[in-house]
């Protein structure tokens, strides 16, 4: 028996919803979905899903960012915002599923708004560190995962991919991931995979996906007693490939139970 945990930047659910049900269709063995960027208000959230039998948590926002959960399972929400984070912008939901407290998370970018925009990229950075200790110090079992915006190493985005001042690569995004994995968290794809160039998202300009010119942004970082039952993390790279897709694809969490 295992447990798996998915997370996918839709990049905005209302147009892809078709997409999302074709894969999980296809991926049964997906427990939890997370999804960003879904940008729509909660109302506005396909009831598509519901009606199939899926259980749904969403902290909406028009037009921008967005993150929301479908189950299939019952799972309970424990908060539709990161402690500690003023910025009103909706960008974490958590909830817990069989005793495992998953923050499904889409973190600031930091290229837009001047050093103000970026700010607020190390206040999430700075907040979700301070939940991890706090989870620690409760031996609870967690897992973060989601668009990160970061690329914590040079291998993972492609030679070119970004400038260098870009706020993916920035010291301080690196410094900032590195605390929060420091904490005592395993990076799942590094754990199995400590070298090589693995992406997850490749940008629609320039035929990217077609060059490989990608960047890993999408992370699970995994609490210790969730990171010792991990058996898998999965890069489903193909759906890049299906017309009308998201930039980024999904990446799965697959843990003993």
Same mark, same amino acid.
Request: glycine share 6%; hydrophobic share 40%; aromatic share 10%.
């Given at each position: 028996?295992?447990?798996?945990?998915?997370?996918?930047?839709?990049?905005s659910?209302?147009?892809?919803?078709?997409?999302?049900?074709?894969?999980?269709?296809?991926?049964?063995?997906?427990?939890?979905?997370?999804?960003?960027?879904?940008?729509?208000?909660?109302g506005?959230?396909p009831?598509?899903?519901?009606?199939a039998?899926?259980h749904?948590?969403?902290?909406?926002?028009?037009?921008y960012?967005?993150?929301a959960?479908?189950?299939?399972d019952p799972?309970?929400?424990?908060?539709?915002?990161?402690?500690?984070?003023?910025?009103p912008?909706a960008?974490?939901?958590e909830?817990?599923?069989?005793?495992?407290?998953?923050?499904?998370?889409?973190?600031?970018n930091?290229?837009?708004?001047?050093?103000?925009g970026?700010?607020?990229?190390?206040?999430?950075?700075?907040?979700l560190?301070?939940?991890?200790?706090?989870?620690?110090?409760?031996?609870?079992?967690?897992?973060?995962?989601?668009d990160?915006?970061?690329c914590?190493?040079?291998?993972?985005? =492609?030679?070119g @991919? *970004?400038? /260098? #001042?870009d706020?993916?690569t920035?010291?301080?995004?690196?410094? %900032?991931f590195?605390?929060? $994995?420091?904490t005592g968290?395993?990076? =799942?794809?590094? @754990? *199995?995979? /400590? #070298?090589?160039?693995?992406?997850?998202?490749?940008?629609?300009? %320039?035929?990217?996906?077609? $060059?490989?010119?990608?960047l890993?942004?999408?992370?699970a970082? *995994?609490? /210790?007693?969730v990171?010792?039952r991990?058996?898998?993390?999965t890069?489903?790279?193909?759906?890049?490939?299906?017309?009308k897709?998201s930039?980024?694809?999904?990446v *799965?969490?697959?843990?003993?139970?």
């Amino acid at each position: 028996m295992s447990l798996t945990i998915a997370s996918w930047n839709i990049n905005s659910i209302r147009a892809r919803a078709h997409l999302v049900h074709d894969w999980l269709d296809r991926h049964p063995e997906c427990d939890l979905l997370c999804l960003q960027e879904i940008k729509c208000e909660d109302g506005q959230f396909p009831a598509s899903f519901a009606e199939a039998g899926f259980h749904i948590a969403t902290a909406g926002q028009k037009a921008y960012n967005g993150v929301a959960l479908i189950g299939r399972d019952p799972f309970t929400v424990t908060t539709r915002h990161l402690p500690g984070v003023e910025d009103p912008a909706a960008r974490y939901i958590e909830a817990e599923l069989d005793g495992v407290t998953v923050g499904n998370l889409y973190l600031p970018n930091g290229n837009s708004g001047s050093e103000e925009g970026y700010g607020r990229k190390m206040a999430f950075f700075d907040a979700l560190t301070l939940r991890a200790r706090l989870f620690l110090a409760e031996e609870r079992p967690f897992l973060f995962l989601g668009d990160y915006n970061v690329c914590p190493t040079d291998e993972d985005f =492609a030679p070119g @991919a *970004l400038s /260098p #001042t870009d706020a993916l690569t920035r010291p301080e995004s690196r410094a %900032a991931f590195n605390r929060l $994995r420091w904490t005592g968290l395993t990076d =799942a794809l590094r @754990a *199995l995979e /400590p #070298t090589g160039r693995h992406y997850t998202f490749w940008d629609y300009q %320039a035929a990217a996906f077609q $060059r490989n010119s990608g960047l890993r942004i999408d992370h699970a970082l *995994l609490s /210790p007693r969730v990171a010792d039952r991990l058996e898998a993390f999965t890069i489903d790279r193909d759906e890049r490939a299906r017309e009308k897709s998201s930039d980024h694809v999904p990446v *799965l969490v697959t843990l003993r139970k």
